[in-house]
């Protein structure tokens, strides 16, 4: 029996020099890692911002469990300048390659032919112009505004525009890195180093016509490359514990690290819970406001977008989210896109845990119901196709899978797990599971096998309350479901209610509101008519000032109402909020209700044309969508 043969009927290889598993096939990667499979890779890159490129060499370590099978590596819109291979390490010979036409989805494929027994390849590379992973910044974008500023984010199958290299979930990689950037700029990583010294090199010659400071960075734990992150900028630290610490703008700095303040916290309650944390330090860096996403949970150093900085500690959910990865989702990898709700849903209950064990029971409860809010708000929008947890993505983006279904209802069916066998007996199998699989990358399917095993069996009466077939294939949430409730909400809508009857007046509903904190005055605007009249919108503004909020999230919520209802004195901040703000959870409703109306689209069409630059490339397309643009390659 051959050896793809045995990959294909098990799903997995585990090969015995170095203990990873291979994920099965993924059919987002042109790779073929049961012939030969990428274990490192060594990265020396140099940033280029005045032509907008990351150019330099990958040196990859090779197993070759088929030796006379060429190594096939994901790339787009690369330009492969050489391709060499070595035995050893010391010498390299030039080796055979040819790139293939690239395809709107996985880019063009990249198969090299190393003569046998080469266990080294080296591939000397260019990102282009409009590299999907990579987010150029001029200094006005910035919070400084001296400085430029350079970001990645390689989820979901976003790394092979800049580093040439087997982008599937399921094979993880370690990684080393030499990266010159600009003098005076910082560049950090996903990675071990970004505390380390710089070497500074004086400007002269072509190879070095500007001074430039090199940065060198080490990561000895396995990791899907989709985790791969650099950021380049002007940037200063300010430590927050033992083994924790904030990156940001010197502009910055000092409101993040008062903001985030109880990360180590977070970090000490998920040891409690699920374990040693293994990756040694956790860092956030703060990005420009552009930052398409809440954060990035990029190991060692979680992306995190400036949205979060509400003043109030309301938004650190994000921050507790992006921590839990480091034990469901980096540590325990899906192994393809169809497995995403393995990273997310798990990720959104552990989150839940930690919000409880910092912040309390009852924030958590708010917390899952605006979450369980907003799912029904997007799964009545979506195919029911979309809303099945073991989502079927073959021939489609695996970006597409970035709802909330794989977070909230993922999420729901650990709850429902948990409400069934009990907390204390869900926490020794979740902690097993996490222990079992950590550094590795698994199917659905191979979660099932697991559960099946430790929980399941183990209490047959239990497991009857939980048809988990259906969680994970049917597009509805199963009869049984934990449904969560917050007592503070029901007095919420109370008070709306009185104030939108004919004796509700603005001084009760301020005397009502004045202890309230950002979730319940996030209900209140969930709760509210969508046919407000102005004069309502207006008293509404004057009570609690929502246009000129500072809570990107509240802001996001009330000028969505805003344009449903056409309140015309929130209408510029609309404006500015889209043309500054990158984050697609907080835009994209706000772009959906502008398109309702003729005039509306219009008006957002206009302002995305003005915005597309500072949005990634995955919110670019996702926008496109709403007025029914076909995605640029």
């Not at 096939?72 to 300048?81: K, S």
């Not at 950021?231 to 409101?255: C, K």
């Not at 921050?319 to 990898?333: D, I, K, Q, R, Y």
């Not at 698994?442 to 095993?453: M, P, S, V």
């Amino acid at each position: 029996m051959t050896l793809a043969r045995v990959v294909a009927m098990t799903g997995w290889l585990s090969l015995g020099l170095t203990g990873f598993a291979l994920a099965a096939a993924d059919p987002h990667s042109y790779a073929r890692p049961e012939e030969a499979v990428v274990r490192h890779a060594d990265l020396d890159l140099a940033v280029d911002f005045d032509r907008r490129l990351i150019v330099g060499t990958t040196t990859l370590r090779v197993e070759r469990p088929v030796p006379s099978a060429p190594l096939i590596l994901d790339t787009r819109g690369l330009a492969i300048r050489s391709v060499s291979a070595s035995r050893d390490g010391k010498a390299f010979v030039p080796a055979p390659f040819e790139l293939g036409p690239s395809d709107a989805i996985l880019g063009s494929r990249l198969t090299i032919r190393p003569e046998p027994g080469a266990v080294l390849v080296r591939v000397a590379h260019a990102s282009g112009p409009q590299a999907t992973a990579l987010q150029w910044l001029t200094p006005e974008q910035t919070a400084g505004g001296k400085f430029p500023f350079l970001l990645t984010q390689s989820q979901s199958i976003h790394a092979r525009s800049w580093i040439p290299l087997q982008d599937s979930p399921g094979v993880r990689i370690t990684f080393s890195a030499r990266v010159a950037v600009p003098w005076p700029l910082g560049a950090v990583m996903s990675a071990d180093g970004n505390l380390g010294r710089s070497i500074e090199r004086p400007a002269g010659g072509a190879a070095s016509p500007g001074r430039t400071r090199v940065f060198d960075f080490r990561l000895d734990k396995p990791i899907p490359p989709y985790l791969l992150a650099l950021a380049v900028g002007d940037l200063s630290f300010r430590e927050l514990g033992p083994r924790t610490g904030v990156y940001a703008e010197p502009a910055v700095v000092e409101r993040a690290a008062r903001e985030l303040s109880d990360v180590e916290a977070f970090l000490a309650a998920a040891e409690r819970l699920y374990g040693e944390y293994r990756w040694g330090r956790y860092d956030v860096l703060i990005l420009p406001p552009s930052f398409g996403y809440g954060g990035m949970e990029n190991p060692l150093l979680t992306f995190a977008s400036p949205t979060i900085l509400a003043g109030d500690k309301s938004l650190v959910g994000v921050l507790a989210h992006e921590l839990a990865h480091s034990w469901s989702g980096n540590l325990v990898t899906n192994a393809t896109a169809r497995d995403f709700w393995l990273n997310e849903g798990f990720t959104t209950y552990v989150e839940g845990r930690l919000i409880e064990a910092v912040f309390g029971a009852e924030r958590r409860e708010m917390d899952e119901v605006l979450g369980r809010q907003e799912f029904d708000r997007e799964a009545a929008e979506l195919p029911e196709g979309d809303r099945v947890l073991h989502l079927e993505l073959a021939g489609r983006h695996p970006d597409e899978a970035v709802t909330s279904v794989p977070y909230v209802k993922g999420a729901l069916f650990l709850r429902h797990l948990e409400a069934a066998f009990g907390r204390e007996r869900f926490d020794r199998f979740l902690r097993g599971y996490l222990d079992a699989h950590a550094f590795r990358s698994i199917t659905t399917g191979d979660f099932r096998a697991y559960l099946e095993r430790e929980l399941l069996a183990q209490d047959p009466q239990a497991a009857k309350a939980v048809p988990v077939a259906e969680w994970l294939t049917a597009a509805n949430i199963p009869d049984g479901a934990p449904v969560s409730a917050a007592a503070a909400f029901a007095r919420v809508e109370g008070a709306v209610s009185a104030w939108l009857g004919a004796a509700g007046s603005d001084e009760e509903l301020r005397a009502a509101s004045r202890r309230w904190s950002y979730h319940e005055r996030h209900h209140l605007l969930r709760s509210l008519p969508k046919d407000l009249s102005a004069e309502r919108m207006a008293r509404l503004d004057g009570v609690f000032a929502f246009t000129d909020s500072g809570n990107a999230e509240l802001a996001s919520e009330w000028l969505q109402l805003a344009v449903r209802c056409g309140y015309a004195p929130a209408l510029p901040r609309v404006e500015r909020f889209l043309t500054s703000v990158g984050r697609e959870k907080l835009i994209k409703p706000i772009y959906k209700e502008l398109a309702r109306t003729p005039e509306g689209a219009a008006r957002a069409r206009a302002i995305f044309e003005r915005s597309r630059p500072i949005y990634l490339s995955s919110v670019v397309a996702s926008i496109e969508k709403v007025f029914g643009l076909a995605a640029q390659p």
